[in-house]
Each structure stands twice: as C-alpha cells, then as structure tokens.
C-alpha cells in the first residue's frame, strides 16, 4: 500500500500549478487556486500554507484535487 507523503502547502500549490491552477487570493496562511477551463468551468481549491500539512489535511486535498484531475496522474506527486 503506498504511503501519503509529507508536503507542505507550498509543495502542494506547486503541484496543482503543474495542472493550470494558480493563485489568485490570500487570506492569513490559506491561498485559493482557481483554473479556467476552456468550456468556461471554473475550478477552486483552497490551500493552508502551513510549513507540513497533517495527513488528515493532506488526504482532504487531494480527494478535492480528485474531482478536477484524473487518479493516475495526480496520485504519483502525493504518494511514494
């Protein structure tokens, strides 16, 4: 079984940027990505910017990155 691996919420708005998503607000430590999709569907995710994210923070993540980006292609950047 692989293993969640420990990122901090820099890494993880780094790897949602590889997906077209990019910052567009801050407020305190969290930062909201957002991409626009050619059909004009907007996707947002919002991330806490913490030095290392809890698992339970982590899992959340990426289970709502999973809505907008496919298994096989996100899961490597988040699990040994």
Request: charged share 20%.
């Given at each position: 079984?692989?293993?969640?691996?420990?990122?901090?919420?820099k890494d993880v708005v780094k790897i949602l940027s590889r997906f077209g998503f990019i910052p567009v607000s801050q407020k305190g430590s969290h930062v909201k990505l957002r991409r626009t999709l050619p059909s004009g569907t907007i996707q947002s995710l919002t991330i806490p910017l913490h030095e290392e994210l809890d698992k339970g923070t982590l899992k959340a993540i990426y289970r709502q990155a999973l809505r907008f980006i496919p298994e096989e292609e996100l899961k490597p950047y988040f699990y040994d």
């Open positions: 079984m692989s293993r969640l691996k420990v990122l901090s919420g």
